[in-house]
Nanobody
């Protein structure tokens, strides 16, 4: 099992920045990829960005490319999402996800991931 805990959400004005963190614990030696998804009220969960745990290759959704940056600290078992130039449409609950199946990821589909955090709210005011 892998446990994930997100932090760093909050309220920010449009154009501002936030940094989300995701702490992984448990069988972290199994980590293969990590991702961030988001879900706005009344909408389906949407892929934002992902990173391969070993090697660090990344995948970004077009909607966040150039504004969001994912990084990881393999010693601390942490994943970070730096979000700049935030827009009201970025408002959502942000979820951290972990994939442990070798060869799958970094992926953009929820089914590519095996473990999920509880989410952290990000609200961008106009």
């Amino acid at each position: 099992q892998v446990q994930l805990v997100e932090s760093g959400g909050g309220l920010v004005q449009a154009g501002g920045s936030l940094r989300l963190s995701c702490a992984a614990s448990g069988r972290t030696y199994r980590l293969y990829s990590m991702g961030w998804f988001r879900q706005a009220p009344g909408k389906e969960r949407e892929f934002a960005v992902a990173i391969r745990w070993s090697g660090g290759s990344t995948l970004y959704a077009d909607s966040v490319k150039g504004r969001f940056t994912i990084s990881r600290d393999i010693v601390k078992n942490m994943v970070y999402l730096q979000m700049n130039s935030l827009k009201p449409e970025d408002t959502a609950v942000y979820y951290c996800a972990a994939g442990v199946r070798i060869g799958i990821g970094p992926g953009s589909r929820p089914e590519d991931y095996d473990y999920w955090g509880q989410g952290t709210q990000v609200t961008v005011s106009s």
